[in-house]
């Protein structure tokens, strides 16, 4: 690989600065609401750029070229509902999360239902969170092990050690800005691969463009009614728009952004802001993969993930190379110290917190938070190295969002359940969840993943509302 000297001094120079900057960030924080919520004063572009950040990160970077490479420009339907959702979730949860004080997403259900649901939906978003982020993490050690000749557990460790320095020290005050820098990196990483397959590929864009239309690699729409097939127009704004309003209304990992805004009109405007880029950034990464199809000639690869690391690596200046990897390390480093910390507050407040009658002890829960952060760090390396076996002809970002598939539409059912009903209880919605969780995870081969939430949040508001119903009549 062609890895030299000054691309390694750009690289090193990238790590260690932004180290260094996020655990500069968390200086005098006090407590639990400093170190997880940035004591609710962030400004909303910063977090909306986190938000896009965190949800994007490394699959962004190096899986979506690769699924263009591999199909089309199909997966752009996609967006189309992950900005419906957004708008949605703006109008329908969010005033609910603003209405009160609320340190994490699922205290909204304490106050509706109890302690136990609170608990258990956190702990399904930990499992979750876990299993979808050791994939993320898994993908980004592709360019770093390409580069070192590391085995892959090698990179996946180095990674992660430099990413809990600065989630350690600085909290979420130091991921959002640390974040927002890191997305400007790899849009610029991509910017940079688009105008050098300008100069790669003989006649340029126009030629990849007209080779592309061709071989039917520029479709943009598929009206099939199939539901195995994964990217239609109805699975991207009915499928989207569902997981969206799951992802984005009910899991922690991006809940917690928006908690950490000024007030209700500013997350409200970083929510449905981060989805207008979402859809440019999707479009900007489908694009660099119909480039590198044309330029590969659409050469086969074992590993999808690999071909856009592999361009980089191999074909890109000196320095320029080390930029477009640094980016692939921002977008890393942004996901997995988001994911984190997320998972740490969740420890925190919702687990350890009531047990440990802490609940307005901010040092206490600040000292837990971080003890929690180096506990979740490590579980999410375990996680990586176990996939690694399991990657094979597989693109990593599809193993992601079908893993968050499977349960995001347990949590929008329960979630929907405390917002617009009255009746059930606490054992209502646990019931539901599990038969909504449950059902999907059954029938997960005979539908295409973007249907998952859609399924499962309408088969968990159902038990939940029934098992509620049958509850009422048996104590009137």
Known sequence: ??????????????????????????????????YFLGSRSLPWWAVMLSVVATETSTLTFLSIPGVAYMGSLVFLQLTLGYLIGRVLVSLLLLPAYYAGSLTTAYALLEERFG???????????MITRLLADSVRLFATAIPLALITGWPYWISIAVIGALTVIYTYFGGIKAVVWVDALQMGLYLCGAAIAIIAIQTLVPGGWGEVFSSGRAAGKLDLIDLSFDLKVTYTLWAGVLGGAVFTMASHGTDQLIVQRLLTCRDLRSAQKALVGSGVMVVFQFALFLIVGLGLWSFYGGRDFALPDEIFA??????????????????VFAAAMSSLSSSINALASATAYDYWAPMAGARDDEERVMKAGKAFTLLWATLLIVGAILFIPLSRGTSAVEVALGIASLVYGGLLG??????LTKRPGQRAVIIGMVVGI?????IRDQIAWPWYVLVGSVLTFGVGSLV??????KTA
Do not use: H, N
Request: without cysteine.
């Open 1 to 34: 690989m062609r890895f030299g000297t000054v691309d390694l001094v750009v690289l090193l120079t990238y790590l260690v600065g932004v180290t260094a900057w996020g655990a500069w960030l968390g200086r005098g924080q006090k407590g639990g609401t400093d």
């Open 115 to 125: 302690l136990g649901a609170r608990r258990f939906t956190s702990g399904v978003f």
């Open 310 to 327: 592999l361009f980089i690596v191999e074909q890109l200046p000196p320095g320029v190379t080390g930029l477009l990897i640094a980016g």
């Open 414 to 419: 329960a979630f929907a359940l405390g917002v």
């Open 438 to 442: 449950g059902s999907v995870t059954l």
């Open 468 to 473: 509620g119903l049958a509850a009422g009549k």
